[in-house]
């Protein structure tokens, strides 16, 4: 597999009593976090094969739009990526970003996962 990786990430609904885990990319800090599931297909949950360098997509979730947007920016540096607006919730509490790059290999994608969890003004990745 080569070029843009594209995975389906499906959150878990919250239960009446969730089961709150950690993310599996960082030590998340946010309390809210129930998980996330990667599904490949309806017969299997194995681990995709992935070829790199190969194209990213981050999901980037925070409540102030331009705080966001520079997050992307500061974790990215000086490596070339896009960032587009994706969607806000209903009441505008909270604000998506996509942004895409091409890593080089699992631990720098990883290290981005990493670095966009712990950054204060993310909320969310996925």
Not at 16 to 45: F, S
Not at 90 to 99: C, E, F, I, R, V
Request: glycine share 6%; with cysteine; hydrophobic share 25%.
């Amino acid at each position: 597999m080569t070029g843009c990786v594209g995975v389906t990430l499906v959150v878990t609904q919250k239960l009446k009593q969730p089961k709150y885990t950690t993310c599996p990319h960082t030590p998340h800090p946010h309390k809210n976090y129930i998980g996330v599931n990667m599904i490949l297909d309806n017969k299997t949950q194995e681990k995709p094969e992935i070829n790199y360098p190969a194209k990213w997509g981050f999901k980037v979730i925070g409540k102030d739009k331009t705080k966001v947007q520079q997050a992307v920016k500061e974790i990215m540096g000086e490596k070339e990526h896009t960032c587009k607006f994706s969607n806000s919730t209903t009441k505008g509490n909270y604000h998506s970003y996509s942004a895409e790059c091409t890593v080089e290999s699992e631990e720098e994608r990883d290290n981005l996962y990493k670095a966009f969890g712990k950054h204060d003004d993310v909320h969310y990745v996925i």
